[in-house]
């Protein structure tokens, strides 16, 4: 328009006056061209800016990412430390409670075998002291019984001498002298008898004490047996629970592995997002700068407090657990950060069980092994 104005103006009777007004004119243009170059200048200054404040904050990105990985490395470390030791604690309390078993086990069967050896030496010491007492009253009156056989034959033969020298009273008072020997010599046969069927009875007794000695020790051979197949049982107790911790090792190596592929798996997917992010940003700005889209906002990439739009808000929210309570969920629909979380929990609950598992056999063993003791005593 001010060109063309200038050769409207040119087309009038003063020529000088428009070529002075085109001059003026590209002097404009010039001027307008140092503007458009300037402001061109502080838009590549502002640009210049823009890239190395965020250089500055990737570096500071990365040197957080190193300190955190660092202090990951301990962690693990610490827990791996903690694992080894919590199952050496259990071993030495599963020995220990093994041994206080055995020699309760032990003592238990001792006891029982001293009272049962003190009851039958007893009984044997009793039964031998009454067949001595037996035996001195029959031979007592063995002898008596003899002497009482000879005193008649001395009489009878006194008797028949006196038969034949003495008149008839004094055969009566001998023949009366006679009958009384006679019912006295009775009385002892059968007191003789009833001490034969005494001793009888003794022996049958003492037959009896030899059964009962016998069963006796066909009882501590069970005993034996007993203490012998629980000896046994422990072995396979401690064979098995030796297996356990074997398999427990194994299982928690399992679970370290995995909580470690799981961590390299967040930390790379972090970095890759976080490099994304920072180049469709940088883009995005680009385009911008360019005219071509609007500015986008302002998004940081460090851990900022005060920051309503980090990149770290992000890889937060993928730790949330978005599913409904009761639902299936496949393994491959979860995050890295929520398979993290499900292989933390199962490992906690894993740990609680076997706690528990552990203090309740040791708590039932003593119990356990002394009523089938019982049951064995009562069968026997």
């Known amino acids: 328009q001010p060109r063309q104005e200038g050769k409207e103006e040119g087309r009038g009777p003063a020529d000088g006056k428009g070529k002075k007004e085109g001059k003026q004119e590209s002097k404009a243009d010039k001027e307008s061209d140092v503007e458009k170059a300037k402001a061109n200048a502080a838009l590549w200054e502002l640009r210049l800016q823009v890239t190395g404040q965020s250089l500055t904050e990737y570096q500071e990105a990365c040197h957080k990412l190193a300190r955190a990985n660092e202090q990951l490395t301990g962690q693990l470390y610490r827990a791996e430390k903690d694992a080894i030791d919590i199952t050496g604690h259990w071993q030495r309390q599963l020995a220990a409670r093994e041994e206080k078993v055995r020699q309760y086990s032990f003592h238990w069967l001792f ?47 006194e008797n028949t001498s006196l038969a034949l020298n003495k008149n008839e009273a004094q055969m009566e008072a001998q023949n ?146 978005t599913h409904p309570p009761g639902s299936k969920v496949q393994i491959s629909d979860l995050t890295w950060e929520q398979k993290e979380q499900v292989l933390r929990l199962l490992f906690a609950k894993m740990n609680r069980q076997r706690e528990r598992k552990v203090e309740q056999h040791l708590a039932a063993s003593p119990s356990s092994e002394k009523k089938s003791l019982i049951d064995s005593d009562a069968a026997g």
Not at 136 to 143: D, G, I, N
């Open 111 to 157: 006891c029982l075998y001293c009272k049962l050896f003190r009851q039958l030496e007893g009984a044997m010491y009793s039964a031998f002291k009454e067949r001595d007492r037996l035996n001195e009253a029959l031979k007592y009156h063995v002898k008596e019984s003899q002497d009482l056989h000879k005193l008649t034959n001395s009489l009878a033969k």
């Open 176 to 321: 009366q002298r006679l009958s009384e020997l006679r019912a006295k010599v009775v009385s002892l046969e059968k007191a003789l008898v009833l001490k034969a069927g005494e001793l009888e009875l003794q022996e049958k007794k003492e037959k009896m004490n030899l059964v009962t000695i016998q069963a006796s020790q066909v009882e501590l051979e069970k005993l034996q047996n007993v203490l012998a197949m629980r000896e046994k049982e422990l072995g396979h107790i401690k064979q098995l629970a030796s297996t356990i911790v074997e398999k427990r090792r194994e299982l928690e190596e399992f679970f370290h592995e995995a909580l470690a592929h799981v961590k390299q798996e967040i930390e790379a997917s972090r970095l890759q997002y976080k490099k994304e992010a920072l180049q469709g940003y940088r883009w995005r700005f680009r385009e911008a700068t360019a005219g071509k889209i609007k500015f986008p906002p302002i998004r940081t990439f460090h851990k900022s407090l005060h920051s309503t739009n980090s990149v770290y808000s992000d890889m937060e929210a993928a730790v949330t657990w």
